[in-house]
């Protein structure tokens, strides 16, 4: 029978009390040094025919017989009441079909109950004010711009520090904090802690707002079959959007299907269901016909979700022989128009480093510019460049090499929860990192600033920590067909990160099947429940649920063939596809023999995700090192080299790991040095609208980048001693090349991206 | 439903050679030939990733060469031979472009696949064996988020090195 625990789970940087629900017991976990086929293995990607052919169908490529498309009208103001909306021109417009808007839809409620799916207040520019469905989408577009709207302006803010001052205008009614009040952290007595500090460092870090971006922009194709719901979503969570729709819809969640086989990107941009998948599933039902929203480039930037902008202080104080007595944290990040959790700025710092002292506090802020959304790390990136160039800088000041000063302060517990990791090899990553990049040859970074002559090279290095633990629950489902071949089904999804891939060979592994006989489908709420892909959980969550369903399977071939060899199941075995008589390799059959004998009896079996160890903390852990030149004429930063080293546990798939280093550090590299999503303070504007000013890395930026692995299964944390690995490479890489930069020219840019334009002003501010 | 009303003015006719196959089609004149392939010819491994030709997405030959076809209007591409990624397998074989990617492990998310390889292909076509920087520069203008560019060089690199050549 099934029992419920309650137990502290961690999720995308904040640790949350989950009923867990125990089913029965896991499998023991697979230890080092297991002796695996398939795991561990370079295999390519078993969708990556469909994926490079251009056969793999994505929500974007759904235009199902007799389609109408959707256009939004967006708030032009930051913030405005709608005093009248008419919507009659824009009806009998050539190929309109309807037009939705708060006038004929249901007041339903939207970003947790802070707004509602047309709000008659609007608190963002492209805010959604009305939806035009027509025949085409240039269609629905041109129709935008005949509804008439009569906005009230009122008054905005548009910067996290303006709208905490008293008297700045209101976001939402409860005020511009969320929550009423900082989120506060304390251990020791940081106060004491800096009287006994040999060296103080003190820095003012900033952040810019950064977007996802996914290839694949956002959108949603509904349609009804009889009463039941279809959705096709480009979503990290089919789960959540069904039950998202349901609700709004006030549909039981049986009606709602919800798919998403392939999908072209998230990063944490699509976490939610949108209200674009629940104004399709409106017009669908309205109109009789499937109606497909798909974002434009623009409204990408507009309406999607950001990496919300950081102004953080630290203060970090150590003794003269480098030992941490206190930190001292400030943080707020501006979470725009509507946001339900906050960013969790100060995990890095409360927790990275062993130290007696530390003080945090971190406010999330109301601004009337587009919401904010998990980005890959939430909170962690942001924070990551505060802390770590603290401790670089405090390094420089003591004369300490900063690897160095770092494993003087290696933090052997989980100091906030007071309890031991689950495991930490970050020795290990510094150790292979800092071989791969010649830490050795890094020369002490200059006293004065260099502000002339020829371009400088210097090398600098950050830490990674991050959840990545997975938990229950998931499931998955393996039978097996006459002919030998598998199928597993889980309603997970594969944003990119190579999950069908990872899951596949863990399937293979355990039925010692090639991967080409295992074919795993996933994507629909039709299978059996996943978590949603976010916060690197989907290895970790789903692949011990896919052992355990592999297993069963394998079980029941076991005592099928025992019945037929005419042996006790114990002293049946199963290698390479083949079942046998232990000892007497001649006396069995192949498996598809077997499967083939039984007929249409299936051979099935049925896996849960157990609950996570009690008691423990479950990190993963990694060091990035960065090798750059500067130009200290212009400015210019070349990123040279980026070495990679994570501990993740266990890698399932190398070649997959290391592309998702490759994605993570190409992203911390953009965020470091070019991309910046601009908000005009005076109007509210965007005005970096898709590509054209938003600097995305281009292949032609891209350094040599070396990804190492750890590889050291975790002990404990799940049966396959995996934890995962979707977030870690992003964490570390601004700060890493920001401390490269200050070790080149002995001046430290601390507000990101480093441009030429602020390396330029921070050596003439020197001067 | 597979031809759309037209919101504005009549429709122009365009003949048009599809991955070899001859298209005789009517489209207004503001479709563009992404719009057409994908939705009328439902060949939608040809993406959009921005509509206004900063993302290489929407890349396929025509004539030969790599064009963005968001940015060419169907009544441009009359008259013309289009290919797209559809077109590359042989009889369900992969084009060696393809094979080399995925060997490479050049995709993640796929999405800006298919616009890669076909500025890859026009570039191999045009020149058999090309250095690292020109391999770049052919897809400088391919926006892939999910960062696979390392791999996309590498994948690329090997079937420039290839003895025989690009097919
Ligand atoms: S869709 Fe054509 S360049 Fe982006
Ligand atoms: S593989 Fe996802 S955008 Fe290139």
């Given at each position: 029978?099934?029992?419920?625990?309650?137990?502290?789970?961690?999720?995308?940087?904040?640790?949350?009390?989950?009923?867990?629900?125990?089913?029965?017991?896991?499998?023991?976990?697979?230890?080092?040094?297991?002796?695996?086929?398939?795991?561990?293995?370079?295999?390519?990607?078993?969708?990556?025919?469909?994926?490079?052919?251009?056969?793999?169908?994505?929500?974007?490529?759904l235009y199902p017989a007799g389609v109408l498309h959707g256009a939004i009208?967006?708030?032009?103001?930051?913030?405005?009441?709608?005093?009248?909306?008419?919507?009659?021109?824009a009806e009998?417009a050539p190929g309109v079909r309807l037009v939705l808007?708060?006038?004929?839809?249901?007041?339903?409620?939207?970003?947790?109950?802070?707004?509602?799916?047309?709000?008659?207040?609007?608190?963002?520019?492209?805010?959604?004010?009305?939806l035009v469905v027509a025949d085409d989408a240039a269609a629905a577009r041109d129709a935008?711009?005949?509804?008439?709207?009569?906005?009230?302006?009122?008054?905005?803010?548009?910067?996290?520090?303006?709208?905490?001052?008293?008297?700045?205008?209101?976001?939402?009614?409860?005020?511009?904090?969320?929550?009423?009040?900082?989120?506060?952290?304390?251990?020791?007595?940081?106060?004491?802690?800096?009287?006994?500090?040999?060296?103080?460092?003190?820095?003012?870090?900033?952040?810019?707002?950064?977007?996802?971006?996914?290839?694949?922009?956002?959108g949603s194709v509904a349609w009804w079959?009889?009463?039941?719901?279809?959705?096709w979503?480009?979503?990290?969570?089919?789960?959540?959007?069904?039950?998202?729709?349901?609700?709004?819809?006030?549909?039981?969640?049986?009606?709602?299907?919800?798919?998403?086989?392939?999908?072209?990107?998230?990063?944490?941009?699509?976490?939610?269901?949108?209200?674009h998948?629940?104004l399709a599933a409106l017009a669908s039902r309205r109109l009789g016909r499937p109606v497909r929203i798909v974002?434009?480039?623009?409204?990408?930037?507009?309406?999607?979700?950001?990496?919300?902008?950081?102004?953080?202080?630290?203060?970090?104080?150590?003794?003269?022989?480098?030992?941490?007595?206190?930190?001292?944290?400030?943080?707020?990040?501006?979470?725009?128009?509507?946001?339900?959790?906050?960013?969790?700025?100060?995990?890095?710092?409360?927790?990275?480093?062993?130290?007696?002292?530390?003080?945090?506090?971190?406010?999330?802020?109301?601004?009337?510019?587009?919401?904010?959304?998990?980005?890959?790390?939430?909170?962690?990136?942001?924070?990551?460049?505060?802390?770590?160039?603290?401790?670089?800088?405090?390094?420089?000041?003591?004369?300490?090499?900063?690897?160095?000063?770092?494993?003087?302060?290696?933090?052997?517990?989980?100091?906030?929860?007071?309890?031991?990791?689950?495991?930490?090899?970050?020795?290990?990553?510094?150790?292979?990192?800092?071989?791969?990049?010649?830490?050795?040859?890094?020369?002490?970074?200059?006293?004065?600033?260099?502000?002339?002559?020829?371009?400088?090279?210097?090398?600098?290095?950050?830490?990674?920590?991050?959840?990545?633990?997975?938990?229950?629950?998931?499931?998955?489902?393996?039978?097996?067909?006459?002919?030998?071949?598998?199928?597993?089904?889980?309603?997970?999804?594969?944003?990119?990160?190579?999950?069908?891939?990872?899951?596949?060979?863990?399937?293979?592994?355990?039925?010692?099947?090639?991967?080409?006989?295992?074919?795993?489908?996933?994507?629909?709420?039709?299978?059996?429940?996943?978590?949603?892909?976010?916060?690197?959980?989907?290895?970790?969550?789903?692949?011990?649920?896919?052992?355990?369903?592999?297993?069963?399977?394998?079980?029941?071939?076991?005592?099928?063939?025992?019945?037929?060899?005419?042996?006790?199941?114990?002293?049946?075995?199963?290698?390479?596809?083949?079942?046998?008589?232990?000892?007497?390799?001649?006396?069995?059959?192949?498996?598809?023999?077997?499967?083939?004998?039984?007929?249409?009896?299936?051979?099935?079996?049925?896996?849960?995700?157990?609950?996570?160890?009690?008691?423990?903390?479950?990190?993963?852990?990694?060091?990035?090192?960065?090798?750059?030149?500067?130009?200290?004429?212009?400015?210019?930063?070349?990123?040279?080299?980026?070495?990679?080293?994570?501990?993740?546990?266990?890698?399932?798939?190398?070649?997959?790991?290391?592309?998702?280093?490759?994605?993570?550090?190409?992203?911390?590299?953009?965020?470091?040095?070019?991309?910046?999503?601009?908000?005009?303070?005076?109007?509210?504007?965007?005005?970096?609208?898709?590509?054209?000013?938003?600097?995305?890395?281009?292949?032609?930026?891209?350094?040599?980048?070396?990804?190492?692995?750890?590889?050291?299964?975790?002990?404990?944390?799940?049966?396959?001693?995996?934890?995962?690995?979707?977030?870690?490479?992003?964490?570390?890489?601004?700060?890493?090349?920001?401390?490269?930069?200050?070790?080149?020219?002995?001046?430290?840019?601390?507000?990101?991206?480093?441009?030429?334009?602020?390396?330029?002003?921070?050596?003439?501010?020197?001067? | 439903m597979s031809t759309p009303s037209?919101p504005?003015?009549?429709?122009?006719?365009?003949?048009?050679?599809?991955?070899?196959?001859?298209?005789?089609?009517?489209?207004?004149?503001?479709?563009?030939?992404?719009?057409?392939?994908?939705e009328?010819?439902?060949?939608?491994?040809?993406?959009?990733?921005?509509?206004?030709?900063?993302?290489?997405?929407?890349?396929?030959?025509?004539?030969?060469?790599?064009?963005?076809?968001?940015?060419?209007?169907?009544?441009?591409?009359?008259?013309?031979?289009?290919?797209?990624?559809?077109?590359?397998?042989?009889?369900?074989?992969?084009?060696?472009?393809?094979?080399?990617?995925?060997?490479?492990?050049?995709?993640?998310?796929?999405?800006?696949?298919?616009?890669?390889?076909?500025?890859?292909?026009?570039?191999?076509?045009?020149?058999?064996?090309?250095?690292?920087?020109?391999?770049?520069?052919?897809?400088?203008?391919?926006?892939?988020?999910?960062?696979?560019?390392?791999?996309?060089?590498?994948?690329?690199?090997?079937?420039?090195?290839?003895?025989?050549?690009?097919?």
């Open positions: 029978m099934p029992r419920i625990i309650k137990q502290r789970v961690e999720f995308e940087g904040r640790v949350e009390e989950r009923n867990v629900v125990i089913e029965g017991d896991d499998l023991p976990v697979w230890p080092a040094g297991e002796r695996f086929q398939v795991i561990g293995t370079p295999v390519t990607r078993v969708d990556g025919a469909q994926r490079a052919g251009g056969t793999a169908r994505y929500t974007a490529d009208l967006r708030s032009p103001h930051p913030h405005a009441r709608i005093r009248a909306l008419r919507t009659s021109r009998q808007s708060h006038r004929n839809t249901d007041a339903i409620p939207w970003y947790n109950g802070m707004s509602r799916i047309f709000d008659t207040e609007l608190r963002y520019v492209g805010d959604e004010v009305a935008l711009d005949l509804i008439e709207v009569e906005y009230e302006p009122l008054p905005h803010v548009i910067d996290p520090l303006e709208a905490i001052r008293p008297g700045a205008p209101q976001v939402h009614p409860q005020g511009n904090v969320l929550g009423g009040a900082p989120e506060r952290y304390a251990r020791g007595d940081v106060e004491q802690g800096f009287l006994a500090a040999d060296a103080i460092v003190e820095l003012d870090v900033t952040t810019p707002d950064v977007l996802h971006h996914s290839m694949e922009t956002h079959e009889g009463d039941t719901l279809v959705i979503d480009s979503t990290q969570h089919i789960f959540g959007v069904r039950r998202q729709v349901a609700a709004a819809l006030r549909i039981p969640l049986d009606r709602v299907r919800v798919l998403s086989p392939f999908m072209g990107g998230g990063f944490g941009g699509k976490n939610n269901a949108g209200k998948t629940v974002f434009t480039r623009a409204e990408e930037s507009q309406a999607a979700g950001k990496r919300p902008r950081s102004v953080q202080r630290i203060r970090v104080g150590a003794r003269s022989d480098g030992t941490l007595v206190a930190i001292d944290y400030w943080g707020v990040s501006s979470i725009g128009a509507y946001r339900a959790i906050g960013t969790p700025l100060a995990g890095p710092a409360t927790e990275l480093y062993a130290c007696p002292n530390v003080r945090a506090e971190t406010l999330n802020v109301f601004t009337h510019t587009g919401p904010a959304a998990a980005f890959r790390a939430p909170g962690y990136v942001e924070g990551t460049c505060a802390l770590e160039c603290a401790i670089e800088a405090l390094a420089d000041q003591l004369e300490i090499d900063p690897l160095e000063l770092r494993l003087r302060n290696y933090a052997e517990a989980d100091q906030v929860l007071g309890r031991p990791y689950s495991s930490k090899f970050l020795r290990e990553a510094y150790a292979m990192g800092a071989r791969a990049i010649g830490w050795e040859r890094r020369a002490l970074t200059p006293r004065s600033p260099v502000r002339d002559g020829p371009p400088r090279r210097g090398l600098g290095m950050a830490t990674q920590l991050w959840g990545g633990s997975g938990s229950a629950p998931a499931y998955a489902e393996v039978r097996l067909n006459p002919d030998g071949t598998a199928e597993v089904r889980i309603g997970t999804q594969d944003i990119g990160t190579g999950t069908k891939t990872a899951l596949t060979q863990i399937a293979a592994e355990v039925l010692t099947l090639p991967v080409g006989k295992v074919t795993l489908s996933l994507g629909d709420t039709d299978f059996p429940y996943s978590p949603l892909s976010a916060g690197s959980q989907t290895l970790a969550s789903c692949g011990p649920a896919v052992r355990m369903a592999a297993d069963e399977a394998r079980r029941h071939l076991i005592d099928a063939a025992a019945s037929l060899l005419e042996v006790a199941p114990e002293d049946v075995r199963l290698e390479g596809g083949r079942l046998f008589v232990a000892g007497v390799p001649e006396r069995g059959l192949a498996i598809a023999e077997l499967t083939g004998q039984i007929g249409n009896f299936t051979i099935a079996g049925r896996g849960f995700r157990g609950p996570n160890p009690d008691g423990v903390t479950i990190r993963t852990w990694g060091a990035q090192f960065a090798e750059v030149e500067v130009d200290p004429e212009t400015g210019e930063v070349s990123v040279l080299r980026i070495v990679a080293c994570h501990d993740v546990g266990r890698v399932i798939n190398p070649l997959q790991y290391q592309s998702q280093i490759h994605g993570g550090v190409i992203q911390g590299l953009g965020m470091a040095l070019r991309e910046e999503h601009v908000t005009d303070p005076e109007t509210g504007a965007v005005l970096d609208l898709g590509f054209d000013a938003y600097a995305v890395p281009r292949i032609t930026g891209i350094p040599e980048i070396v990804a190492l692995a750890v590889d050291k299964p975790d002990p404990i944390a799940n049966n396959l001693g995996v934890k995962g690995v979707g977030e870690p490479p992003i964490i570390p890489t601004p700060a890493a090349i920001a401390n490269a930069v200050a070790n080149a020219l002995g001046v430290r840019v601390t507000s990101f991206p480093i441009t030429p334009a602020k390396v330029r002003a921070e050596l003439g501010r020197r001067a | 037209a504005s003015g009549s429709l122009h006719a365009v003949r048009v050679t599809v991955n070899g196959r001859p298209e005789a089609l009517r489209v207004p004149a503001r479709r563009t030939l992404l719009q057409v392939l994908r009328d010819l439902h060949l939608t491994g040809t993406k959009e990733g921005c509509g206004v030709g900063t993302c290489g997405a929407c890349t396929v030959l025509v004539d030969g060469r790599a064009m963005l076809s968001c940015l060419v209007l169907a009544v441009q591409a009359d008259g013309r031979t289009v290919e797209t990624i559809e077109g590359l397998s042989r009889d369900g074989a992969l084009d060696p472009l393809q094979q080399a990617f995925i060997a490479h492990d050049a995709l993640q998310c796929g999405f800006c696949t298919p616009g890669q390889v076909m500025a890859l292909r026009a570039l191999l076509r045009a020149t058999p064996h090309p250095s690292l920087d020109e391999i770049r520069r052919a897809v400088e203008g391919n926006v892939c988020r999910c960062g696979a560019y390392p791999r996309i060089q590498q994948a690329a690199l090997e079937v420039a090195r290839a003895a025989e050549g690009y097919r």
